[in-house]
C-alpha cells in the first residue's frame, strides 16, 4: 500500500512539473485584428496559445503552417497548443475577416 501512494505521488509530481513548465503565451482579438500581429515564441517548445476574442462575433483562428483551425466564439478564450517548432515564420488569420485579421508566430532560439 505505501509502495503504491509513493508511485502516485512521485507521478503527479511530475506531472505537474511537466505541466508548469509549458510556455503560455496570449494573442487578442480585438476590432477583427490580432493582436499582437507578430508574436515570438521559442524554438523547439510546446506552447500553450491563449487566444482571447474580445469582439462580439466569432472569429477562426487558422494557420495552414500551424496545422490549426479554432473557431473562437465573441467574448471567449480558446487555449491552442502549438509547437515544438523549428524557427521560423507561421502566419495565421482569421477566417472570417481575412484582410483585417491576420499575423505572424515567429520562432526564434533561446527566446523567453
Known sequence: ???RACCWLLGMSVSTTTLA????????????????AEL????????????HNLDATPEEF???ELN????????TT??????????GVYPYFGEFNPKTAQGIIRVQQGER
Open 40 to 51: 515570438v515564441i521559442p524554438a523547439d517548445t510546446k506552447v500553450k496559445l491563449l487566444v
Open 62 to 64: 487558422e494557420s495552414y
Open 68 to 75: 490549426r483551425e479554432k473557431v473562437i466564439m465573441g467574448g
Open 21 to 36: 513548465a509549458t510556455p503560455v503565451f496570449e494573442i487578442d482579438i480585438r476590432d477583427h485584428l490580432f493582436e499582437p
Open 1 to 3: 500500500m505505501r509502495f
Open 78 to 87: 480558446a487555449t491552442i497548443y502549438i509547437g515544438p517548432l523549428p524557427p
